[in-house]
């Protein structure tokens, strides 16, 4: 695609309740990244891909959040028994190559957590 | 580790009027430095990267941002500002290892551009 895409553009869900979030990166990029950022903060980072394997997870909060790039495209970021700190803007990024110093990023999915 | 701080939350300023907005880090190590900016109900898009050489870098809708390793600064710069520059605007770091595969940013500054 033109650009990174992201659904849902915004999620609302009750505590306790998992949600997925969906990346579609622009088409033939190696690297995928996921941050999280608060209200009022700057991106956070959460994790990152090249082609289909993860190879950083360290930004992961806990053991509720997981992601995962089966096929090297598509990247769904998962997180389960959602809390209401947990609220965030999830935002997925994607670069050409591996190690590349730019990388583009989605507008982002708006999650809240009531 | 690195860290970024981005010491003004908000910068307000008259359209046509210069404007900086600040950014210190720390790191033990060599690094990337970056200004993302983003504007209302977009995503964050890339301004400018010091990755070597000249440490005046220049980028994007005349923004420009100078590297100064002795003050561990890279201010984010414009000489006369315009309405539609009103965004979020974040510096960003990272190792040279890592590259940009693991941003560490500042908290944001907000730019408001009064008429």
Same mark, same amino acid.
């Given at each position: 695609? #033109?650009?990174?895409? +992201?659904?849902?553009?915004? /999620?609302v $869900? /009750?505590? &306790? +309740?998992?949600?997925?979030l969906?990346?579609?990166?622009?088409?033939?990029?190696?690297?995928?990244?996921?941050?999280?950022?608060?209200?009022?903060? &700057?991106?956070?980072?959460? $994790?990152?891909?090249?082609?289909?394997?993860? +190879?950083? /997870?360290?930004?992961?909060?806990?053991?509720?959040?997981? #992601?995962?790039?089966?096929?090297?495209?598509?990247?769904?970021? $998962?997180?389960?028994? $959602?809390? +209401?700190?947990?609220?965030?803007?999830?935002?997925? #990024?994607?670069?050409?190559? #591996?190690?590349?110093?730019?990388?583009?990023? &989605?507008?982002?999915?708006?999650?809240?957590?009531? | 580790?690195?860290?970024?701080?981005?010491?003004d =939350?908000?910068?307000?300023?008259?359209?046509?009027?210069?404007?900086?907005?600040?950014?210190?880090? =720390?790191?033990?190590?060599?690094?990337?430095?970056?200004?993302?900016?983003?504007?209302?109900?977009?995503?964050?898009?890339?301004?400018?990267?010091?990755?070597?050489?000249?440490?005046?870098?220049?980028?994007?809708?005349g923004?420009?941002?100078?590297?100064?390793k002795?003050?561990? =600064?890279?201010?984010?710069?414009?000489? =006369?500002?315009?309405?539609?520059?009103?965004?979020?605007?974040?510096?960003?770091?990272?190792?040279l290892?890592?590259?940009?595969?693991?941003?560490?940013?500042g908290?944001?500054?907000?730019?408001?551009?009064?008429?």
């Open positions: 695609g #033109a650009g990174v895409s +992201q659904s849902p553009r915004y /999620k $869900t /009750k505590r &306790g +309740q998992d949600v997925a969906r990346c579609d990166p622009i088409s033939g990029h190696v690297s995928l990244y996921w941050y999280r950022q608060a209200l009022g903060q &700057g991106p956070e980072f959460l $994790t990152y891909f090249n082609y289909e394997a993860q +190879q950083d /997870k360290s930004g992961l909060p806990n053991d509720r959040f997981s #992601a995962e790039r089966p096929e090297g495209s598509i990247s769904t970021l $998962t997180i389960q028994r $959602t809390e +209401q700190r947990d609220s965030a803007m999830y935002r997925c #990024a994607s670069s050409l190559r #591996a190690g590349d110093n730019t990388i583009y990023f &989605g507008e982002g999915s708006w999650l809240t957590v009531v | 580790a690195q860290s970024v701080t981005q010491l =939350s908000q910068v307000p300023v008259f359209e046509e009027a210069p404007v900086e907005l600040r950014c210190n880090y =720390s790191s033990s190590v060599s690094v990337y430095l970056f200004w993302y900016v983003q504007y209302p109900n977009q995503g964050l898009q890339l301004l400018l990267k010091y990755l070597s050489g000249s440490t005046l870098v220049k980028g994007i809708n923004f420009e941002a100078e590297f100064n002795s003050q561990t =600064s890279f201010h984010l710069r414009k000489p =006369s500002v315009h309405i539609s520059d009103t965004a979020e605007y974040f510096c960003a770091v990272s190792d290892i890592q590259g940009a595969q693991k941003l560490v940013f908290q944001g500054t907000r730019l408001t551009i009064n008429p």
